[in-house]
């Protein structure tokens, strides 16, 4: 099973000719790649999924699924 995270653009480069982004996921902050959202800026919000922007969403959209995923993790540790 896949999963794509949300996160927000806190940075973007240009890396041997590609689209680079450093993306926060809620305190995690990675490097992802952001060639398939050309049109994104800082401060946006997008999905990721192995290393690779997939799309953007807005905000509201990104902290449900963010609060989503922490009760989730809530449930596991309180089994």
């Given at each position: 099973?896949?999963?794509?995270v949300p996160?927000?653009?806190?940075s973007?480069?240009?890396?041997?000719?590609?689209?680079?982004?450093?993306?926060?996921?809620?305190?995690?902050?990675?490097?992802?790649c952001?060639?398939?959202?050309p049109?994104?800026q800082?401060?946006?919000?997008?999905?990721?999924?192995?290393?690779?922007?997939?799309?953007?969403?807005?905000?509201?959209e990104?902290?449900?699924?963010l609060?989503?995923?922490d009760?989730?993790?809530?449930?596991?540790?309180?089994?």
């Amino acid at each position: 099973m896949c999963l794509a995270v949300p996160g927000k653009v806190i940075s973007i480069y240009e890396e041997g000719g590609m689209k680079m982004g450093r993306v926060d996921f809620g305190g995690t902050v990675k490097t992802a790649c952001l060639e398939y959202v050309p049109e994104i800026q800082i401060g946006q919000y997008t999905i990721v999924h192995a290393g690779f922007a997939l799309s953007i969403i807005n905000e509201e959209e990104a902290i449900k699924t963010l609060e989503i995923f922490d009760g989730l993790a809530a449930a596991a540790a309180d089994d």
